[in-house]
């Protein structure tokens, strides 16, 4: 990895901390520097990207512990309230968006979206889900609760986003049987 790599890293590491303080989101417990670890929200094993919507901190003994498990249901034994729930639950759904809209884009779906427009199109959502062959995503709440700033401009290998949201659509429909 080049210089320029480890600085996007190190930022998107800063971030994450920021955001969710030095704490484990498991058990709570205060970390270090020495002590802290990245936890993927979806694994890195099921193609779970290194962006801040789907990281947050752990502890090395919960991060371990959990494996591949499926976020949502490991944190059932921890009792998250339900604010805290519904923080995941919109990182992980706006980290499903980003997928979405990086589709949309590589498909041409559409040419341009103005960077202060925080809302996706009903009808791109439907034409990404289509061309994946999937069902369409409703984001109603979750534009409601939570904004991000969509980046543009980095390009994203097709193939591997592709792979990546149908792990995350099978997450979904498993989760709701
Ligand atoms: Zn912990």
Do not use: W
Not at 15 to 38: A, F, Q, S
Not at 142 to 166: A, H, P, T
């Amino acid at each position: 990895m080049g210089l320029q790599g480890r600085k996007r890293l190190k930022k998107i590491k800063e971030y994450v901390i920021n955001r969710d303080g030095m704490l484990c989101c498991y058990c709570d417990k205060v970390l270090t520097p020495e002590t802290i670890t990245m936890e993927h929200i979806v694994p890195d094993s099921k193609r779970g990207t290194f962006n801040s919507t789907n990281l947050t901190i752990s502890c090395y003994e919960h991060n371990n512990k959990r494996g591949n498990k499926n976020f949502f249901d490991y944190i059932k034994q921890f009792h998250f309230s339900p604010d805290k729930l519904a923080k995941y639950k919109r990182l992980y759904y706006n980290n499903l968006k980003i997928k979405i809209l990086n589709i949309a884009k590589e498909n041409h779906l559409f040419k341009m979206v103005d960077k202060d427009d925080k809302v996706i199109p009903l009808a791109i959502i439907q034409q990404a889900c289509q061309t994946l062959k999937i069902k369409p995503v409703d984001f109603k709440n979750y534009e409601v609760m939570y904004s991000f700033d969509i980046k543009f401009g980095e390009l994203s290998e097709r193939k591997r986003i592709q792979f990546c949201f149908n792990q995350l659509i099978r997450i979904i429909e498993a989760e709701s049987e």
